[in-house]
Nanobody, 123 residues
Framework: QVQLVESGGGLVQAGGSLRLSCAAS????????MGWFRQAPGKEREFVAT????????YYADSVKGRFTISRDNAKNTVYLQMNSLNPEDTAVYYC????????????????WGQGTQVTVSS
């Protein structure tokens, strides 16, 4: 059974930083693409970042490019999202997702999802 557990969310002031973690219980983690998505109140879920199994392919949403960094540690079955220069528009529930295959920005192509972690940025 696949489980994804996010952690690291919280309340931070604008301009601050947070680091999200997603621990995955997937036997094939080292061949799994991982992604981060977010959903703000009243809005649709949107893509944030994704990383291929090897880390060689990474995509970011334009809204977070230059501020967020996705990384992974295959030895720990964990993917990270370092978020810097946060602003109130980044407030959302952040979800970790996994798929067997190449990295993609399309959420419907991810078969496994975590429960989400709340990130709130105050102005």
């Amino acid at each position: 059974q696949v489980q994804l557990v996010e952690s690291g969310g919280g309340l931070v002031q604008a301009g601050g930083s947070l680091r999200l973690s997603c621990a995955a219980s997937i036997r094939t983690f080292s061949s799994t693409a991982m992604g981060w998505f977010r959903q703000a109140p009243g809005k649709e879920r949107e893509f944030v970042a994704t990383i291929s199994w090897s880390g060689s392919t990474i995509y970011y949403a334009d809204s977070v490019k230059g501020r967020f960094t996705i990384s992974r540690d295959n030895a720990k079955n964990t993917v990270y999202l370092q978020m810097n220069s946060l602003n109130p528009e980044d407030t959302a529930v952040y979800y970790c997702a996994a798929r067997i295959g190449v990295a993609t920005i399309r959420d419907r192509e991810y078969g496994y999802w975590g429960q989400g972690t709340q990130v709130t940025v105050s102005s």
